[in-house]
């Protein structure tokens, strides 16, 4: 096989001799080095080394080498149940910090709860049962010190209109909630089931566009949903699509508005985006859009009750009953088309609910300098959720809103979890009544004020800048969602992700190279205006490994630059193409489709005299050509280690014919 050097190599020792003869340089420049091969590895080896990097990267197993079993049960128990670790170190510091901020998000979650109920068809108290079982099983196993969780806006809309597709609520409530905690009895197994078997990695494929467009659609479509009890309207279409509940609110602009409810709605809205706005301005006055919402709920339902408004037409809560969750074991179903239903919907709501926990999760675990495990945050997502549906829970995620008051609050662990739990505990036993006269519009107020931070326009805008294929993406989930439905807009951003990844394999990127002066390197002629050809000599870079779906592409892109730069040096009346240089160190594997391409574009080649020579392929790579004897096809002495040793050689050569 030809000796050849690395690119910085050849920069080093053959710069000084870039003003010899051509075939004077080629022999400066050669190197006692190889085109190394790996060694061989056995079948079962190989399996389990890229088993192991796909589903256990992180090396979970490396704490408990060359331990004692008692150390090795202390360590796993610590792994499921993280308390049992940070719980040791834990004093009073921590506990306060912990309790003010457990007390500041009790404030915002009690009124959002409700409102977010609604948004998923269920009674208000179900949403305050989703914020006190949860939270205290993610507190347990949870790895997260910052994320507050409970029913979220997204979730919640969801779940409403997936579960309002197979079952009407207002006919048949009971199997409505029945389905309900069935979808999130799967939703939990899902989430378990992911973070058991360490698939995580599947969540990914939802990309950052499509989330940023699917959530902002969100946003407009939960605010639209609101109008119902802003306007105070009673016949409101079950549609979400804009152009349906823009019929619905301007078909009852004269017989369905109420004055008083759209007052109430509109003064408390205004405090709300004040407070929002003193919050993000000054960050040290966190507290007062935290609290915001809950002077709201007191001060509307005393405004109601003073002046008897519900006579009037405004809507009110009216009763919410007092107590603990009760047991739903027996409404979840386990069997039958009622399963299937639910197991379909709590997949979907799974998937999106971690999308957004995990994101969360991992924004502050990056503010506060530790390590989250994303297959640990699954498990604990998951388990709270299966809990959740057994106890009367829907389902439950983290909270972006809640989360940040959280961390400005200074949370130091899980326990402000448990303290707002607790306060949620408190409400549900003692302060339900106080709901009785709280207008519906306060609740859609509070629900639109928490929903515009999700429109994230400066997000979409940079994706503009930089992608402009994650753009169509994140538009295309976004109208999805507003114009159609939740389920189609969340279809649209998984189909334009999974599109964007099988256009990047099928058809990669390739780079023409050129010589930068006054070194060997060489570089893409597009990105290094400066670098030049090198005559008679042609170097292609294929940017991504070889596969099936896009082996005959590269082939047949290869072909087009060399005919292309033919034509170009035809009509200029300069010599013709000799050699093709392949620079193969991104293409990190090939399969036998791709190297039956190679082997094509070997044998074309041929065809017109011109010679193919390959650059420092990588050890799968090179191991496979070997192993396929295409390494024998073209020769050992076709494959340098660097494109500078074989645009030498081919200069040598070149010299030597003449």
């Not at 719980?87 to 500041?104: E, H, M, P, Q, V």
């Not at 074991?329 to 998937?351: L, N, Q």
């Not at 799968?620 to 660097?642: C, N, P, R």
């Amino acid at each position: 096989m030809v000796h050849s050097i690395s690119d910085g190599a050849e920069n080093n020792d053959c710069e000084t001799d870039l003003c010899s003869p051509p075939h004077r340089q080629a022999e400066n420049c050669k190197s006692t080095y190889k085109v190394g091969f790996p060694p061989r590895r056995k079948l079962c080896r190989e399996f389990a080394e890229t088993l192991k990097e796909t589903f256990f990267s992180d090396d979970p197993l490396r704490p408990y080498k060359d331990q004692p079993k008692s150390r090795q049960l202390v360590l796993g128990l610590q792994h499921v149940f993280p308390i049992l670790e940070w719980g040791r170190n834990y004093n009073l510091t921590k506990f306060k910090g912990d309790i003010i901020a457990g007390l500041t998000i009790a404030s915002l979650c009690i009124p959002q709860d409700i409102g977010y109920a609604k948004l998923a068809n269920m009674d208000p108290k179900y949403g305050l049962y989703s914020s006190f079982v949860p939270p205290l099983i993610y507190a347990v196993m949870g790895s997260s010190r910052d994320i507050a969780i409970g029913p979220v806006a997204v979730v919640s809309l969801l779940l409403g209109t997936l579960l309002q597709n197979e079952v009407d609520y207002t006919t048949n409530k009971e199997e409505y909630q029945s389905l309900a905690f069935t979808a999130t009895f799967f939703a939990g197994i899902t989430q378990a089931a992911l973070g058991f078997l360490r698939l995580g990695f599947l969540i990914e494929f939802l990309s950052h566009a499509a989330i940023v467009g699917f959530m902002g659609g969100a946003a407009i479509t939960i605010a639209l949903q609101q109008l119902k009890g802003f306007l105070g309207i009673k016949n409101f279409t079950k549609n979400t699509d804009i152009v349906s509940v823009m019929k619905s609110v301007w078909g009852s602009v004269h017989h369905g508005w109420n004055w008083q409810t759209i007052l109430i709605g509109a003064i408390f809205l205004a405090f709300l985006l004040s407070a929002k706005y003193i919050g993000k301005k000054r960050k040290k006055l966190f507290w007062i859009p935290a609290i915001a919402p809950l002077i709201s709920v007191i001060l509307s339902t005393f405004i109601v009750y003073i002046t008897r408004a519900d006579k009037n037409g405004v809507q009110i809560v009216r009763k919410i009953e007092t107590g603990l969750n009760p047991s739903s074991i027996h409404r979840i179903h386990f069997s039958g088309s009622y399963a299937a239903k639910g197991f379909r919907i709590g997949v979907v709501a799974a998937m999106i609910a971690l999308t957004e926990a995990v994101a969360i999760g991992r924004t502050f675990a990056a503010m506060k300098d530790y390590q989250l495990d994303g297959n640990k945050e699954m498990v604990a997502l998951g388990t709270m959720n299966i809990v959740g549906s057994m106890t009367s829970c829907y389902v439950a995620t983290g909270s972006f809103s809640r989360s940040a008051v959280n961390f400005m609050a200074g949370c130091q662990t899980a326990v402000s979890n448990i303290v707002m739990s607790l306060v949620v505990m408190l409400t549900l036993l003692v302060i339900t009544p106080l709901f009785k006269y709280t207008p519906n519009a306060i609740l859609s107020s509070i629900i639109i004020s928490a929903v515009i931070s999700l429109v994230d326009y400066e997000a979409a805008f940079l994706i503009w800048k930089v992608d402009k294929f994650d753009f169509i993406a994140c538009m295309g989930a976004f109208f999805g969602v507003v114009f159609v439905s939740v389920e189609v807009g969340l279809l649209i951003a998984v189909s334009i992700s999974l599109a964007k990844i099988l256009l990047q394999v099928t058809r990669p990127r390739t780079a023409l190279l050129g010589n930068i002066p006054r070194t060997m390197i060489y570089r893409n002629i597009e990105q290094y205006p400066e670098a030049t050809k090198v005559p008679g000599v042609l170097v292609v870079r294929i940017d991504s490994a070889i596969y099936f779906t896009n082996s005959n592409y590269v082939k047949e892109r290869i072909l087009r630059w060399l005919r292309d730069e033919e034509e170009q040096l035809k009509s200029k009346d300069l010599p013709r193409i000799n050699f093709l240089i392949v620079e193969m160190s991104p293409v990190t594997d090939i399969d036998t489709s791709g190297i039956h391409a190679l082997e094509e574009l070997y044998r074309g080649l041929q065809k017109h005299e011109v010679q193919l020579l390959l650059a420092n392929p990588g050890p799968v790579v090179i191991q496979k050509l070997h192993m396929a004897k295409f390494t024998e096809l073209i020769g050992d002495d076709k494959i340098f280690l660097s494109v500078g040793e074989a645009v030498m050689t081919c200069t040598l050569k070149a010299v030597e014919d003449v």
